[in-house]
């Protein structure tokens, strides 16, 4: 049986979106894909990257002030 992936702290690793991006640039690069249409792909990445890491973040810290507030009570 195979360890089971945390795919919502994965999502959340800006190592993660790197390692996409660079996988991905490499195959489109190697099947001989425009540089134009490579950049635009990996803008696209990053962009849904960077929107994992921020919601996730966000998504940590409203738990932590829910959770604090329901300690003060």
Do not use: H, P
């Not at 089971?4 to 959340?12: G, V």
């Not at 929107?51 to 973040?57: G, N, P």
């Amino acid at each position: 049986m195979g360890t089971k992936i945390d795919w919502k702290r994965k999502l959340s690793s800006r190592k993660f979106w790197a390692y996409l991006a660079g996988i991905v640039s490499s195959l489109l690069f190697t099947f001989g894909v425009a540089e134009t249409e490579v950049t635009q792909i990996i803008g696209i990445i990053s962009a849904f990257g960077t929107m994992a890491i921020y919601l996730f973040t966000e998504g940590k810290i409203d738990a932590a002030a829910v959770k604090a507030k329901t300690n003060k009570q």
